[in-house]
């Protein structure tokens, strides 16, 4: 896998996050990954999840809690 140039990643926070600042950012536009990391850190770790997994997960997460099931 190449690793992706996160220096010119285009970051961004979801526009549900309102101005707390306890967030994660992810960076779209790298070809099948999706860059995850702390907005707080901004120059610390990110990770990087497949599109598909990325994808997966946020489905689950529109889907509703899984307590329970």
């Not at 140039?5 to 996050?17: C, H, I, M």
Request: aromatic residues 8%; hydrophobic residues 40%.
């Amino acid at each position: 896998m190449i690793t992706p140039n996160l220096e010119v990643a285009a970051w961004r926070k979801s526009s549900y996050s309102g101005q707390g600042g306890d967030c994660i950012e992810v960076a779209d536009g790298l070809p099948g990954v999706m860059p995850v990391r702390d907005s707080k850190v901004p120059h610390g770790p990110a990770l990087s999840f497949s599109a598909h997994s990325w994808s997966a997960f946020v489905g689950a997460v529109k889907s509703g809690p899984l307590l329970g099931k």
